[in-house]
């Protein structure tokens, strides 16, 4: 149990061009998931909480207008990379909380998906 | 907010010996401090977690340890093997919303 998918896994783009990634809860349901960056040799970097039916929450220094988030049902989150450059190429992760059976928000093991691998050429 | 600090960033062991990953965190609101495995390229895996109502825990053999007053933990791993190998992150949780916030990450090398 506790799998978490992305989509896709790798993915090349144009300078300039948006590009979605999914991220998807298969056996449980996830009000709330995070989305990561990972730079090379570099540690996860939290850019926004993203709740389902509400506004994401955003990191300090990420731009919201940038990075859109949707969390449109319990399954599934979405992060959009609008106006892609260079420099955002990065391995992009998504985790995805289980609140378990009783719903109760202390249950915070967090599983991680795949991740996706974005380079912008 | 949270700030963890992880050290060593490289640790290079023999095959059997024992390696010790530290992190420290800021924020005393913190409750839940998870360890991940990350190999190249894969996803992060949860090895082993702690909350603040505990000061030790062991599976196997992995062990973390908690020192709330100073605001430190540390995962123990013994009889280290070659396949121990990959980058090992700390985290810890805040109250607010559960989110992780990231040590710097420790590459472990176990030479056979």
């Known amino acids: 149990g506790a799998v978490v998918s992305q989509h896709p896994s790798r993915v090349i783009c144009k300078s300039g061009t948006s590009v979605k990634i999914e991220c998807r809860s298969l056996?449980?349901?996830?009000?709330?998931m995070f989305w990561y960056r990972q730079f090379p040799k570099q540690s996860l970097m939290l850019m926004a909480t993203?709740?389902?039916?509400?506004?994401?929450?955003?990191e300090q220094g990420v731009e919201k207008d940038k990075f859109l988030i949707n969390h449109a049902s319990l399954t599934l989150s979405t992060l959009t990379v609008t106006s892609a450059h260079p420099e955002d190429s990065s391995f992009y992760i998504c985790?995805?909380?289980?609140?378990?059976?009783?719903?109760?928000?202390?249950?915070?093991?967090?599983?991680f998906g795949p991740g996706t691998r974005l380079l912008v050429l | 907010g949270e700030n963890v600090e992880q050290h060593p960033s490289t640790l290079s062991v023999q095959e059997g010996d024992s390696a010790v990953i530290k992190c420290t965190y800021s924020?005393?609101?913190?409750?839940?401090f998870p360890w991940y495995k990350q190999e190249l390229g894969k996803r992060p895996q949860l090895i082993i977690d702690?909350?603040?109502?505990?000061g030790e825990k062991k599976d196997q053999r992995i062990a973390v340890t908690l020192n709330k007053t100073a605001k430190h933990f540390s995962l123990h791993i013994t009889e280290t093997q070659p396949e121990d190998s990959a980058v090992y992150f700390c985290?810890?949780?805040?109250?607010?919303?559960?989110?992780?916030?990231f040590g710097q990450g420790t590459e472990l090398s176990v030479k056979p």
């Open positions: 924020d005393s609101a913190s409750n839940y």
């Open positions: 985790s995805a909380r289980d609140l378990g059976t009783s719903g109760t928000p202390h249950q915070e093991t967090q599983y």
């Open positions: 993203s709740n389902e039916g509400s506004k994401a929450t955003y």
């Open positions: 985290a810890a949780s805040i109250n607010q919303g559960g989110k992780l916030i």
């Open positions: 702690i909350r603040s109502n505990v």
């Open positions: 056996d449980f349901q996830a009000t709330t």
